[in-house]
Nanobody, 130 residues
Framework: QVQLVESGGGLVQAGGSLRLSCAAS????????MGWFRQAPGKGREFVAA????????HYADSVKGRFTISRDNAKNTVDLQMNSLKSEDTAVYYC???????????????????????WGQGTQVTVSS
């Protein structure tokens, strides 16, 4: 059974940093795309960042570009999201997602759609106080 478990959420002041981590079990995703999405209260799920398998090509939402960094450790089957210069509008539940698709630098930008991911974590709350 595949499981994705997020950790690292919490309460932080605006301008601060948090690092989210997602640990996958039950299947190796080293060759597959993984991503982070978020959902704020009263809003729909929003793409945040994605990373390809072996190449580790990345793609970001415009709203987080330059502030967030997605990375992965294929040996540990984990994907992290380093969030810097946090703003109140970053407040949301953050979800880790894994796909069975192989993507590369040419196609990573297509992984902004939730339906392209096949496994999801339970989410971790990030609250940024202003």
């Amino acid at each position: 059974q595949v499981q994705l478990v997020e950790s690292g959420g919490g309460l932080v002041q605006a301008g601060g940093s948090l690092r989210l981590s997602c640990a996958a079990s039950g299947r190796t995703f080293s060759s597959h795309a993984m991503g982070w999405f978020r959902q704020a209260p009263g809003k729909g799920r929003e793409f945040v960042a994605a990373i390809s398998g072996s190449e580790s090509s990345t793609h970001y939402a415009d709203s987080v570009k330059g502030r967030f960094t997605i990375s992965r450790d294929n040996a540990k089957n984990t994907v992290d999201l380093q969030m810097n210069s946090l703003k109140s509008e970053d407040t949301a539940v953050y979800y880790c997602a894994a796909s069975v698709f192989y993507v590369d630098s040419r196609t990573i930008a297509t992984m902004t759609i939730g339906t392209k991911y096949h496994y999801w974590g339970q989410g971790t709350q990030v609250t940024v106080s202003s």
